[in-house]
């Protein structure tokens, strides 16, 4: 009885994950975060800030583990801790990194490549959309990877077909030119029912594609028969500025949709 009477108006604790979609500082962040077991389920919501937690060192496309408290008729984020590179990505850290050359909120140096309809796209022809940039290799084997960059791009495409190509642009970029052709690359947009009004799939010669991935922050580097690379997924604002990054690939694409809407909505 002791112990009980002790804990009222203690607060309730519980813990989850999520995509930051927005930060407004000093104190206040929105997530689209996983559901916490046992007390809420997965949605997007905006949380207070307090206690250890910091708004300063979050910043939108941001992977969290954080802890919600719930006191009475109120309720704050109290620790947060940012968890962006998946940990299954953690050995490409053995190769030098490659520096993020546009730190978000900058304008991204425009390229121009070519399509799986064999047809030239320039970034800078996109200004007034909202662009949202993945990069794969049609030989990737590997089902959680690139197949799933797809996966989460088509889900964007079903989530926003009315708003493909007038308002919204997904473009996916192959870091593997010499073998991702304009052919290849729309035979491989057929075989995951990918592809449609106002989605891309990129090639380029080398060089061209290099400088695209530095810009971009992405690792790859041709190893036995395969690429080993990074995951990255952008969203570029209407002003061609970079609104987000998020790295690896845990998330959701309901997260990953909802951090492209929080920027379409701007």
Not at 53 to 75: N, Y
Not at 81 to 89: E, R
Not at 139 to 158: K, Q, S
Not at 246 to 262: H, N, R, S, Y
Request: charged share 25%; proline share 7%.
């Amino acid at each position: 009885m002791l112990m009980a009477v002790a804990c009222v108006g203690c607060a309730h604790h519980y813990t989850t994950t999520g995509l930051v979609l927005k930060v407004d500082p000093p104190a206040s962040v929105t997530i689209s975060h996983d559901a916490f077991p046992g007390f809420m389920d997965a949605m997007v919501m905006p949380f207070d800030v307090k206690g250890d937690a910091r708004t300063e060192k979050l910043t939108a496309g941001d992977r969290v583990r954080f802890r919600l408290a719930v006191k009475g008729e109120r309720s704050w984020v109290d620790k947060v801790d940012v968890i962006s590179a998946a940990p299954v990505d953690a050995g490409l850290q053995q190769t030098p990194a490659v520096p993020v050359l546009v730190p978000v909120g900058s304008p991204l140096p425009d390229f121009e490549l070519t399509d799986q309809a064999n047809r030239r796209l320039a970034l800078s022809s996109l200004k007034g959309k909202v662009v949202a940039v993945t990069f794969v290799y049609t030989r990737c084997p590997l089902p959680d990877y690139c197949p799933r960059m797809v996966t989460n791009f088509r889900a964007i495409r079903d989530r926003f077909a009315a708003r493909m190509d007038r308002d919204l642009v997904l473009l996916t970029i192959s870091f593997d030119p010499k073998f991702d052709t304009p052919e290849t690359l729309a035979r491989y947009a057929a075989s995951q029912r990918a592809g449609g009004p106002g989605w891309h799939f990129l090639t380029g010669d080398p060089a061209n594609i290099e400088r695209v991935c530095n810009a971009f922050g992405i690792q790859y580097w041709a190893e036995e028969g395969m690429i080993t690379h990074s995951l990255q997924t952008a969203v570029i604002d209407r002003d061609g500025r970079l609104a987000a990054t998020v790295e690896g690939k845990e998330f959701t694409p309901k997260q990953l949709g909802d951090l492209v809407e929080a920027i379409l909505d701007r």
